[in-house]
Nanobody, 124 residues
Framework: QVQLVESGGGLVQAGDSLRLSCAAS????????MAWFRQAPGKEREFVAR????????EYTNSVEGRFTISRDNAKNTAYLQMNSLKPEDTAVYYC?????????????????WGQGTQVTVSS
């Protein structure tokens, strides 16, 4: 079993930056594909970014490309999402996800392990 705990959310102004962290326990993170999803009020959960086990592959949704960076530190069993130039439309609960499948992609159904979420609110 894998436990994921997100942190780093908060209330910021447009243009600010935040870094989200996802601490994994129960299984070494180096064996897991990791991803971030988000869910805004009244909307479905959507893919934000993913990173392969060895960090050689990353993928981003178009709306965050160039502003967000996903990374991981396998020695610390932690994944990160650096969010720059935040916009009000980035406001959502951000979820960390993980799976043992090395080819887990951008679909919600690709991930079996989920954190509880962290709120990010961007004011205009």
């Amino acid at each position: 079993q894998v436990q994921l705990v997100e942190s780093g959310g908060g209330l910021v102004q447009a243009g600010d930056s935040l870094r989200l962290s996802c601490a994994a326990s129960g299984r070494v993170v180096s064996s897991l594909s990791m991803a971030w999803f988000r869910q805004a009020p009244g909307k479905e959960r959507e893919f934000v970014a993913r990173i392969s086990r060895t960090s050689d592959t990353t993928e981003y949704t178009n709306s965050v490309e160039g502003r967000f960076t996903i990374s991981r530190d396998n020695a610390k069993n932690t994944a990160y999402l650096q969010m720059n130039s935040l916009k009000p439309e980035d406001t959502a609960v951000y979820y960390c996800a993980a799976d043992r499948d090395p080819y887990a992609g951008a679909k919600i159904t690709s991930y079996n392990y989920w954190g509880q979420g962290t709120q990010v609110t961007v004011s205009s």
